[in-house]
C-alpha cells in the first residue's frame, strides 16, 4: 500500500494522469497466470482460454502499470519484459502477431535489487532498463511524520467504502499510533485503521497493539 501511494504523485503530476492505472503483485500469482494476467491470451491458447484476452498491458496503454514486488518476477518474464520496454510490443500467450503499447512501467520491490541482480536472482539488464529514477521510501517508523496524514486518507477511503462516519481517532489512539514500531508498515496500519471503522471500536486493536509489544519487549529481554 505504501508503494501505491508513492506512485500516486508521480502518476497526478504527469502527461498520463488521465491514462489507466493498472495494477499487479507480482508475487501474489503462479507464473503462467502473471504470464496470461500481463501479456493476455488468444482463445485456446491453453485449457479455458475461450476467447482472446488482453493483458494489463493493453489495458494500461497510454497510462501506468505499477508491478509490485517485480522481484518476485520468473526470470522467463523478466526477458519478456524486457522485450515491451526496448520496442514496446510483444505477443499474447499463444498468439503470433505483435501488439504494440505506450505503457509506462513503475516496478515496485522490498527487496534489494542490485543484490539480487549480484546473486543471479535478477536480470542485470532488465534492473538498469528499469532504473530511470528511484524512489527510495523508508519504513513507517522511520517517518512517524507522515502517519496522521496516513491515517485521515485511510480513514477517508474506508468511510465511502463500508458507509462509516468516522472522522478521527482518539487523541490516546494517535499517541499510541505514533509510539508504535510499526514491522507491517503502511499495510499494518491500513489494516488496523480499517478494523476501527468496521468495528466503531479502537480498543480491540490497541489490546492488539499493546499485546504485541510486550512480546517483542520480552523477546529483547531474553535476547
Known sequence: Q??????????????????????????????????????????????????????????AHRGSLLLDEISE?????????????????????GGESDVRVDTRIIAATNRNLEEAVAAGRFREDLYYRLNVVTIPIPPLRDRKDAI??????????????????????SAQTMGIFMDYHWPGNVRELENMVRRMVVLGNEQAVLDEIADETFEMTAYEDFV
Open 2 to 59: 505504501g508503494k501505491e501511494l508513492a506512485a500516486n504523485p508521480v502518476i497526478s503530476h504527469s502527461p498520463r494522469v488521465d491514462g489507466p492505472l493498472v495494477k499487479i503483485n507480482c508475487a501474489a500469482l503462479p507464473k503462467d497466470l502473471i504470464e496470461s494476467e500481463l501479456f493476455g491470451h488468444v482463445k485456446g491458447a491453453f485449457t479455458g482460454a475461450t476467447t482472446d484476452k488482453p493483458g494489463l498491458l493493453e489495458e
Open 148 to 169: 496522521p496524514l496516513l491515517v485521515d486518507h485511510v480513514l477517508q477511503k474506508n468511510n465511502e467504502q463500508y458507509n462509516k462516519r468516522v472522522r478521527q481517532l
Open 73 to 93: 518476477m520468473h526470470p522467463n518474464l523478466q526477458a519478456k519484459l524486457l522485450q515491451v520496454l526496448q520496442d514496446g510490443e510483444f505477443s499474447r500467450l
